[in-house]
C-alpha cells in the first residue's frame, strides 16, 4: 500500500455479500480498499487492496473518506464505529450498508452527526448475486452523504426503466425503515407462493415438475417477478438421487429477523398489516411441535392452476399495498415524506421482491403521493379480477383441512377494507361496559357512555 492514488472507499466486512458488492464497485472503475477482522475473509478478497487494520485502511482513502460497512446487524456494526471513530476526521463518512434496524441507524446517524461525521444507511437488496451485478439500494441519513456517494451508488444498482435502483429516501433510518418493510413483503410473498405450491400438491396432484412448468408461464405473464422465477427453480431442482430437491427439504422455515421488525413496526403504528405479521406467524408454525393428522385427502379440484394465478396476483397487490401502507404511515410518524412512487420504481430492479406488478404502485403514486392501500382503479381492478378465484380455492382448501393462512388472512384484509360497516360496534360497545372507555355514536357528535346500571 501507499504506492499511487488513494482509494475512493473503504469496505469494512468482506463475507459473501461485502466481496460482492467489493467487485461490483472495482467493476465501474472505482478504487476500493478492504478489511475485514477475519483474516480468511481477506485472503478472498480480490476487488482491491486489503488493509491489515482499520488504521491503514483510513489512512489509504482520499479525503473526507468514506467507508462503507458490510458487517452484521446488531453489535458488530456498532464495534466496527466505535473502532473507527479514532482514526477519523470531522466530514468522513460511514455508511451502513447491513440489514440494521432502522432505529440503530436513526441512534447512529444522531450520534456521528454530534461527533462531525455523515451517516448512510443503505438498504442493500438482491442476496450475492445483486450485490456482485447490480442490487436495489434504499438509502436514507444525511443528504450531503448520498450526494457524495451517488455516483458510485448509482454505477452499481441495479438499472430499471431507464433509472438506476438507488435513492435518497429521507433522513437517518429512512432507508433501513424501507428496507425492513421490502423484507416484510418478501416474507409474505413467499409465503402466499409457498401455500400455492402447497394447494398444488394437495387439491391439484401436481408434481414439482409439473408446478415448475406452471410457475415458468406464471413468470411470462402479469405475475413476472424474481420470486415467481425463483420459485420455479426451487420446484425444478433435482436431488443426487435425481427425484425433486423438494421432497428432501425439511419443511421447517427459519427467519433473520427483519420480517418480524416490519409487523412489529406496523403493530406499532396502528396500520393494519396482517399479512406481514401473518407471514412471519407461518414460518413460527413449522418450527412449533406438529401433530401426526393424516395428509388431507381429496378429490383433484378442477381448474386449480387457472385459478390461482388471478388470485395469487390479487393477494400479492394486496401484500405490498399493506407494505406501502406501512411506509406511508411511518413516513408521517417520522416526518420523512417517503417518496412513494420513486420507491415502487426502485423496487423493480435487483431486489428481492421485484415484480411486475409494481408498475401498479408506480402508477397509482404518481396520480395521489397519499392513496389509501388500493385506492387506485386499477390496483382495485387487479385485486377484483381475483376475486372469485381466491375465495373460491380458499373455500376448498379449507374445507379439505389444509391450512392456508396468509390467502385467509389477506383476504380478510381486503374485505374489510371494503365493507362499509364491520364489527367495532361490538368491541366499543364491550370496552364501555366494563371499563366505560366511551364510544361515538352514529347520530350525534362527542363520546359517550352507556348508563350500564350496577357491574
Ligand atoms: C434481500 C433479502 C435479504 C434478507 C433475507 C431475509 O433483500 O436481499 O431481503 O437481505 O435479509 O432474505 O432473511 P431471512 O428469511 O433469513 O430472515
Known amino acids: 500500500l501507499g504506492a499511487g492514488a488513494l482509494s475512493t ?203 415448475a412448468g406452471l410457475f415458468r408461464n406464471w413468470n411470462r405473464g402479469v405475475l413476472e417477478s424474481y420470486l415467481v422465477d425463483c420459485a420455479a427453480a426451487v420446484l425444478a431442482a433435482r436431488d443426487a438421487g435425481g427425484g425433486p430437491l423438494l421432497d428432501m427439504i425439511r419443511d421447517r422455515a427459519g427467519e433473520k429477523g427483519t420480517g418480524r421488525w416490519a409487523a412489529v413496526e406496523a403493530l406499532e403504528l396502528g396500520v393494519a398489516a396482517p399479512s406481514l405479521a401473518e407471514a412471519v406467524a407461518a414460518r413460527a408454525m413449522t418450527a412449533a411441535p406438529r401433530g401426526n393428522a393424516a395428509e388431507p385427502s381429496s378429490p383433484p379440484l378442477d381448474g386449480l392452476p387457472a385459478d390461482l394465478e388471478p388470485a395469487l396476483l390479487a393477494a400479492a397487490v394486496c401484500c405490498y399495498g399493506q407494505g406501502f401502507a406501512l411506509l406511508a404511515a411511518a413516513g408521517r410518524e417520522y416526518g420523512w415524506e417517503l417518496p412513494l412512487a420513486r420507491i415502487a420504481r426502485l423496487l423493480q430492479g435487483g431486489c428481492i421482491i421485484r415484480a411486475r406488478l409494481l408498475d401498479g404502485f408506480a402508477a397509482a403514486f404518481d396520480a395521489d403521493a397519499t392513496p389509501g392501500p388500493l385506492a387506485h382503479p386499477a390496483l382495485a381492478a387487479q385485486v377484483g379480477a381475483g376475486l372469485v378465484p381466491w375465495r373460491r380455492l380458499l373455500a376448498a382448501g379449507i374445507a379439505a383441512g389444509l391450512p392456508l393462512p396468509l390467502f385467509a388472512s389477506t383476504l380478510a384484509w381486503y374485505d374489510a377494507t371494503t365493507r362499509p360497516r364491520l364489527w367495532a360496534d361490538m368491541i366499543q360497545g364491550m370496552r364501555d361496559r366494563f371499563g366505560r372507555h366511551g364510544f361515538e355514536r352514529i347520530d350525534r357528535p362527542g363520546q359517550h357512555h352507556h348508563d350500564w346500571g350496577e357491574a
Open 9 to 211: 472507499v473503504g469496505l469494512i466486512g468482506l463475507g459473501v455479500m461485502g466481496r460482492n458488492l467489493a467487485l461490483n464497485i472495482a467493476d465501474r472503475g472505482f478504487r476500493v480498499i478492504g478489511w475485514d477482522a477475519d483474516p480468511a475473509a481477506c485472503a478472498n478478497f480480490a476487488a482491491g487492496a486489503v488493509a491489515t487494520d482499520l488504521a491503514e485502511l483510513v489512512r489509504d482513502l482520499e479525503p473526507p473518506r468514506a467507508l462503507l460497512l458490510m458487517v452484521p446487524a446488531g453489535e458488530p456494526v456498532e464495534r466496527v464505529i466505535d473502532a473507527l471513530r479514532p482514526h477519523l476526521a470531522a466530514g468522513d463518512l460511514i455508511a451502513d450498508g447491513g440489514n440494521s434496524h432502522y432505529r440503530d441507524s436513526r441512534r447512529r446517524a444522531d450520534a456521528l452527526r454530534q461527533a462531525g461525521l455523515l451517516y448512510l444507511g443503505l438498504g442493500i437488496s438482491g442476496g450475492e448475486a445483486g450485490a456482485r451485478h447490480g442490487p436495489a439500494i434504499m438509502a436514507g441519513g444525511d443528504r450531503a452523504a448520498y450526494a457524495r456517494l451517488e455516483a458510485l451508488l448509482e454505477a452499481i444498482a441495479a438499472p430499471a426503466g431507464g433509472e438506476a435502483c438507488v435513492a435518497w429516501l429521507g433522513p437517518d433510518g429512512a432507508g433501513h425503515f424501507v428496507k425492513t418493510v421490502h423484507n416484510g413483503i418478501e416474507y409474505a410473498v413467499m409465503q402466499l407462493i409457498a401455500e400455492a405450491v402447497y394447494l398444488l400438491r394437495h387439491l391439484g396432484g401436481l408434481t414439482p415438475p409439473e408446478m
